[in-house]
């Protein structure tokens, strides 16, 4: 019989929404993507590219210097990233805005609109944009936009032509046809898609027959033609240099042209196609070219980092491939006692009861179920803002959401098989949106994390209500907000952890500050107390892993040893982050950790694995001898069973004996995505 | 035609091409051959044009693997040698030319460039002006800069995550830019470029091939490269862009080689097959130069088409080649199975197994059979139409039996009525069957003749090995194993049974004419024996482990070759007396798989009594490796020789006035060897030849008016003028034999093309281009042939 009765949910039917745009910022080494359902996500490389910040809206377009976010609405909106929300918005008053640049220094932003019209925008010091021009209108909606280096021409793609419009006069200063070639029988409309104006004057074009086009601009001429795809060119970004570019099409593929010399010595270079990757399945819509990688984000959902090998110093965790798909946060909150789980979407919640069974069986056994898993109850959230967080009470009869201006407050009555809802009135008004959503493990509490660091305890009241009793700040204060909570069993301690990485911990008794866990410099991507030695365990986003003892304010001797040997080299190449930490109650030394594509077993009794050691030994473990065993016994103990093609969202320990984990198919998420571009494959 | 990329003349007027231990010249306009280069005593492997003087040719044999030569360095080569001591290794090495007048040089003076190259010449390229050399082996690329004195090495992964095979076939070097294309095992072209640096390299992938690259150009200019596989495809790749390309598909066989004429107007593939094609530079089929084709595997053995005497064998896949033996070119070639050869490895396709023809030719039956889980078996009968002057399908029978078919014979007699006509198949299903034509007399039928089957017989359910019809027809001869049965044709009543254990009959066949009581069978355990049928009893056997059985259609003679401690022995004999008239023993080291008598045009006259049995027909036998080999009686001291020891490469000379005074040049010469150093030359035999040359030759290709006079005149005189002129197309032999007389060094500047092609270019513009050393060296070589003249 195994050690642990394992539930495996499947029926997380959540489908990541495609990429629509990405932005990178050279200095601070942050990307900023945009979904298509409009959710902007910030990724920190510095921070192993640990998904930092999320922020739900509705647009559509591009971002600049300080984040900025454009879409159909015709809105240029600013986003607040200490408070990870939209901040101001500007109407372009030229319909649904297409293209957004920023030029290089930053203090301008023009925008492509329907009607035409290029529209230059001041970015303001203080905050938010200021309308200056209007650059001369032509017909056809401007698809992209790109600044020449210097800022004193843009480039503008359109259907069938490009424009390069003088910045200072206004003027259209050069309009080349792209479908000039094209026989006019065989003429179908040309869509450029994508723009990039280089500082030695070629503009070069990505469209929707497959090719990349270098023109020359001032005189319009045509220099070099690449065919890369059957289908369109979707998107194209240039390197710093302008020595490289990468190019996404809509069957998946990208490729690199690069500048190179004909002859080697010789004056004279040329683009040249080089590498293609195959990474996506469906249209990639927006690729970036950083000094060291190509990034591609697809409608497939994916984010796909390639390094550039030749451009990576030494091996290590840059020169590997990174493929995110599912967010770095926990979207899947687990009621332990009632045994229910609360499954979060972008617009609606669903809680599910999980199965059960009667029967008992051996190691590795799948049991059949005397219940089926239920769905009880689907929540939708009004309007178009996406759900920011959820929580469900340990007792499950408490349901929280918050969206990006407003907190919910759910009352679930379970009766029998019969279940109600029943929105808790009176809800206090507190400074919103809410973060992090909380319930202590009594279900009597609710913490809610809220901006400048600032955590807010709720009472929840029986039979359905609910009273504000107190606001926990950090001593020194802060401008970031509070993104991850975790309490103790015993409900008197909590600690928060805000944006700027320090983690303060807060006597819940006292509703006073108790200490702050020494700051280290990379995101935090979970903790947790334990329930009976009252150790905070923090996990970071370079696979750290720290404990901390909050009653004696410092790190545990366990946490010391594992800094002074170290972690194996497999545990820190790893390449998504730890998102939830639970322990064993049956066995206080033991810590389970998982992260998208495993399940680890951390127990602090047994030594730590060298480098020399087999990090992921449980399969060969099980054919030695137990005097051999023993010997290679170490303290990690990793199950992938989860890996194979399906990610792991969420596992947590429901009692001493039951393991509920949630897997997501990727298979599953393939199916619902629209099929992609039908190519012929050799052999089929 | 192997071994070696074939090679473009300045001019695109010539093609050489590295063929055996020859080197032929084939004309690009006419694909004749034109000349056949001599001097080698092994496989010619490289053929290089002097990059100055386009008078000049390079060739290498034996040892040296592969040959390139660079505008840029005028008085050396470079060349692969295998490293001394070490065995499978090798190394690329320059060699300074000494400006020696000779036809054979002795390099001393060696510098290595590469270590480790592979000895294949594909895998090694020299790039934009000689300024580096790029050389493959498995997965790493090396690349030397010769100024910079750098080597950059670059490595692949073995396999990548896809399954693919990243190990390199070829190489080849852009003629204008720096970059190198690679051909892999999976098919994929990469594209290096910034190879000069050992990191920031970069290299862009082409992949249309399915299986290997065997071979890559680039044009002239650059502009576009062309790679060849498997697929019998040349595809064009435009300006280093996947989805540009232009195919020229259904190029017949594998393409080895691609090379280009240094003008650009020709492409030139060699194939497996033995074939070359040239095709213009706007991939449109330009000509194909095609020899004996090579097999995968010749199971029909070789059999003669009674109409036009040709051999008839396995050709393309699914095809029978009719090859015209006495004009040495393939008459035409026969699509039997009819179906699309797939090139995939593993994938099991229809092939041909056994033909046979009726007596006078006019009808053929062929079987092919396909092996998957379970046998496809085809018997087809094709008749000769006389109208289109083709082999026209009649009768399509599948599976004729249960199991494999082992012999198939027509019965030989008068084929004037076709309801006389009759065919044999034999079967391991232990069954022999006979097939007749049957009359439909339903006018609305399209056809009034079809076959069907008339009689199934079986000898005690052993498997049918043999079958063979007696001259006149009325007895058949099947062998079941260890048994030989003769029924009667008219009634298949069985009359008989012979039997010679132990072992199993392994061919049997009677015998002709005066001998037709006899019937001759070979057994497994190394009998040959003769029954009397008249008798019933065995006349006389012999212990000898016979492998073919072929009797003469046109003599009691039948031959018999046995294969004993690794060498093959032929033995000539009549039915009636046990004695063998003719024994030439271990006359090849290869076994012999098949052998046919071929009829003579017109009967030759023999006067040695030892080779009276050659007089009507000549023998032919094929090898494993499918050479192709005769029994000549031409030799001047009535001595057998194989004259034509013809590899199945060399198979592929067209028939051309020129090269049949070639061919006949070659027997005189192989006695000239025999009689080591005692040159007997038969000026008279060339006489004839020399006039016909030149009413045969295409206009085209003749050489000036003013050069063929004196030949022409010259032929005219009697053989004792002959002797003492100077410009007699046969100095061409005589400075190739003085060459072989003295070709112990292997690398050979030949320069006898010098003195050869001067004529057949322009005359005037030849001379003021030769530089003065040259035209000192052309006089001293006139003088050595003087002298050497003046020894007759």
């Known amino acids: 019989m195994g050690e642990f009765e394992v539930h495996r949910v499947r029926f997380f039917g959540l489908v990541p929404a495609g990429v629509r745009c990405m932005a990178y910022q050279h200095n601070g080494r942050r990307l900023a993507l945009a979904r298509t359902d409009g959710a902007v996500e910030v990724y920190n490389f510095a921070a192993n590219y640990y998904m930092e910040k999320v922020s739900g809206g509705r647009e559509r377009g591009g971002q600049g210097w300080r984040l900025f976010g454009a879409g159909l609405s015709g809105d240029i909106t600013e986003y607040d990233l200490e408070r990870l929300r939209p901040a101001r918005a500007v109407d372009g008053f030229g319909g649904p805005i297409w293209s957004m640049a920023a030029n290089n220094d930053g203090t301008r932003l023009a925008i492509g609109c329907e009607d035409g019209s290029v529209k230059l925008f001041q970015v303001v010091p203080g905050g938010g944009v200021q309308f200056e021009k209007n650059l001369d209108r032509q017909k056809g909606r401007v698809l992209c936009l790109s600044w020449h280096p210097s800022g004193t021409h843009l480039a503008a793609g359109s259907i069938d032509f490009i424009r390069v419009l003088d910045v200072h006069s206004g003027r259209t200063a050069q309009r080349i046809m792209v479908n000039c070639h094209v026989p006019k029988s065989k003429k179908r409309e040309c869509v450029v898609w994508s723009i990039a104006f280089l500082s030695s004057g070629t503009v070069i074009s990505s469209d929707s027959f497959g090719r990349v086009q270098f023109w020359d601009w001032e005189r319009g001429t045509l220099q070099d033609s690449h065919t890369v795809s059957s289908s369109a060119a979707l998107s194209l970004a240039v390197s710093e240099k302008e020595d490289s570019i990468v190019v996404g099409t809509s069957a998946g593929a990208t490729y690199q042209f690069q500048l190179l010399p004909v002859k080697a010595g010789g004056q004279e270079k040329r683009w040249v196609r080089t590498k293609p990757f195959q990474h996506h399945t469906h249209d990639v819509r927006a690729v970036v070219h950083t000094p060291t990688a190509l990034i591609s984000g697809g409608l497939d959902a994916q984010l796909v980092i390639r390094p550039l090998m030749e451009k990576v110093q030494k091996k290590g965790y840059d020169a590997a491939l990174r493929k995110f798909t599912l967010p770095h946060r926990r979207l899947v909150s687990c009621a332990r006692k009632a045994r229910l789980l609360l499954f979060q ?20 056994e799948t049991l059949p179920l005397s219940r089926m898993p239920e769905h009880l109850l689907q929540l939708k959230s009004k309007g178009p803002e996406h759900i920011y967080c959820s929580c469900v009470s340990p007792c499950g009869s408490w349901i929280a959401y918050s969206t990006a201006s407003r907190f919910h407050l759910y009352r679930v009555q379970h009766e029998g098989d019969s279940i109600s809802v029943k929105k808790v009135p009176g809800v206090p008004k507190l400074l919103l949106p809410a973060y992090q959503l909380l319930c202590a493990s009594d279900s009597g509490r609710l913490f809610i994390a809220s901006d400048r660091g600032s955590v807010h305890v709720v009472q929840l009241l029986e039979p359905g209500g609910c009273k504000h009793l107190h606001t926990l700040r950090p001593p020194a204060g802060t401008r970031e907000a509070v993104y991850l909570l975790a309490s103790s069993a015993d409900g008197n301690w909590l600690a928060a952890v805000s944006g700027d990485w320090e983690v303060h911990v807060y006597s819940l008794k006292h509703f006073k500050h108790h200490c702050t866990v020494p700051t280290y410099s990379c995101a935090v991507t ?122 792991l969202l969420f596992a947590d320990l429901l009692d001493e004996r039951c393991l509920v984990t949630v897997e997501r198919p990727a298979l599953d998420i393939s199916a619902q995505l629209p099929p992609p571009v039908q190519q012929k494959k050799f052999g089929t | 035609m192997h071994g070696a990329r074939a090679v473009f003349s300045v001019g695109a007027r010539f093609l050489l091409c590295a063929s055996g231990d020859f080197v032929k010249m084939y004309s690009v306009a006419t694909e004749e051959l034109v000349q056949l280069l001599r001097g080698h005593s092994d496989l010619v492997t490289g053929v290089q044009l002097a990059p100055h003087n386009r008078l000049q040719t390079f060739t290498v044999g034996y040892q040296l693997l592969a040959l390139y030569a660079l505008p840029s360095s005028e008085d050396s080569v470079f060349v692969i040698i295998p490293k001394s001591g070490e065995r499978d290794t090798f190394q690329l090495v320059s060699v300074k030319l000494t400006k020696a007048a000779g036809q054979d040089m002795e390099a001393k003076e060696l510098s290595v460039v590469l270590e480790g190259v592979d000895a294949s010449p594909k895998c090694t390229a020299f790039g934009r002006e000689g300024e580096y050399v790029a050389s493959v082996k498995d997965v790493n690329l090396q690349v030397y800069f010769f100024k910079q004195k750098q080597l950059n090495r670059f490595s692949l992964r073995a396999t990548n995550k896809k399954g693919g095979n990243n190990v390199f076939t070829c190489v080849a070097c852009h003629p204008q830019e720096d970059c190198i294309a690679t051909g892999h095992a999976d098919g994929k072209i990469r594209l290096w470029r910034n190879f000069n640096h050992k990191k920031e390299y970069t290299f862009s992938t082409l992949h249309w091939h399915h299986d290997k690259v065997l071979d890559l150009a680039f044009s002239l200019e650059g502009t576009s490269l062309l790679s060849g596989g498997v697929e019998s495809v040349l595809v064009q790749w435009h300006c280093g862009s996947d989805c540009k390309r232009d195919f020229l598909p259904r190029l017949g066989s594998a393409i080895e080689y691609v090379s280009i004429s240094s003008d650009g107007t020709f492409y030139c593939t060699s194939h497996t097959d033995n074939r070359i094609t040239i095709i213009n530079s706007n991939l449109r089929f330009s000509k194909t130069i095609q020899g004996l084709i090579k097999a995968r595997d010749v199971k029909t053995g070789l059999v003669v088409d009674p109409r036009t005497k040709a051999l008839v064998l396995n050709g393309e896949p699914g095809h029978l080649q009719f090859y015209c033996l006495q004009s040495d070119k393939q008459l035409y070639s026969l699509d039997i199975v009819q179906q699309e050869y797939i090139h995939q490895a593993g994938l099991n396709q229809s092939d041909l197994v056994r033909v046979a023809f009726s007596a006078q030719g006019k009808w053929l039956a062929t079987v092919e059979e396909r092996e998957e889980t379970d046998l496809e078996l085809q018997l087809k009968l094709w008749f000769f139409d006389e109208e289109t002057q083709s082999f026209k399908l009649n009768t399509r029978i599948s599976m004729p039996h249960e199991d494999h078919i082992t012999a198939m014979c027509f019965r030989d007699t008068d084929e004037m009525e076709d309801d006389s006509l009759m065919l044999v198949t034999t079967g391991r299903d232990c069954v022999f069957k006979v097939w007749v034509i049957l009359e439909d007399t339903d006018p609305e039928a399209q056809q009034s003749l079809s076959w069907s089957c008339d009689f199934v017989g079986s000898y005690h359910s052993y498997q049918a090995t043999n079958c063979c019809f007696s001259e006149d027809g009325s007895l058949l001869a099947v062998s079941f194993e260890e048994t030989v049965t003769v029924w009667d044709s008219s009634t298949w009543d069985l009359k008989c049974t012979f039997c010679h254990p132990p072992g199993k009959i392994r061919s049997i066949c009677f015998g002709r004419l005066t001998c037709s009581k006899y019937l001759i069978g070979a057994t497994d355990h190394g009998f040959l024996c003769c029954w009397n049928l008249l008798s019933c009893a065995l006349e006389w ?97 009535e001595r057998l020789t194989l004259s034509s020891k013809q590899l199945a490469v060399e198979e592929s000379l067209p028939v051309t006035p020129f090269s049949l005074l070639l061919g006949k040049h070659r027997h005189q ?29 295409p206009a085209h290709v003749l050489p000036s008016a003013s050069f063929l006079c004196p030949i022409f005149i010259n032929s005219l005189l009697v053989s004792k003028e002959n002797k003492s002129t100077e410009e007699t197309p046969d100095e061409v032999e005589m400075e190739s034999e003085e060459a072989e007389d003295d070709s112990d060094e292997e690398n050979s500047v030949t320069e006898m093309k010098q003195e050869d092609k001067m004529p057949l270019e322009s005359l005037g513009e030849t001379t003021h281009r030769l530089s003065k050393s040259e035209e000192k060296e052309l006089r001293k070589i006139r003088k050595v042939d003087y002298s050497w003249i003046s020894v007759f």
């Open chain 1, 345 to 364: 979407f972008s617009q609606h919640l669903e809680l599910w009861r999980l199965g059960s069974t009667n029967k008992t069986g051996k190691d590795g």
């Open chain 1, 526 to 647: 979970a903790l947790a107390i334990h329930p009976t030695t009252n150790n905070l365990f923090i996990s970071y986003s370079d696979q750290q892993l720290f404990e901390f003892s909050i009653p004696e304010k410092q790190y545990t001797a366990w946490s010391r040893a594992v800094q002074n040997s170290g972690l194996h080299k497999l545990w820190l190449e790893r390449d998504s982050p730890i998102t939830h930490i639970a322990f064993n109650p049956k066995n206080t030394s033991q810590v389970l950790l998982h992260d998208v594509y495993m399940l680890c077993v951390l127990d602090k009794s047994l030594p730590l694995p060298d480098d020399s050691a087999v990090l992921v030994n449980q399969s060969t473990l099980k054919q030695l001898s137990e005097p051999a065993r023993r010997r290679q016994l170490h303290a990690f103990k990793i199950c992938k069973k989860f890996q194979v093609g399906s990610p």
């Open chain 2, 541 to 637: 056997s012999a212990h000898l482990n016979v492998v073919v059985l072929q009797p003469d259609p046109l003599s009691e003679h039948i031959a018999a070759v046995s294969w004993l401690f690794k060498e093959s022995s032929l033995f000539v004999f009549k039915p009636n007396e046990a004695r063998p008239i003719c024994i030439q023993r271990k006359f090849c080291k290869e076994r012999i798989q098949f052998a046919a008598f071929v009829p003579r045009d017109v009967p030759e006259t023999i006067g040695s009594e030892k080779y009276l049995w050659l007089r009507r027909s000549q023998l032919f036998f094929l090898t494993d490796t499918q050479e192709l080999m005769t029994v000549s009686t031409k030799s001047a001291q």
């Open chain 2, 669 to 697: 010469q192989s006695q000239g060897d025999v009689d080591l150093g005692k040159i007997v030359h038969h000026h008279h035999e060339q006489d004839s030849p020399a006039v016909k040359e030149l009413l045969h030759t």
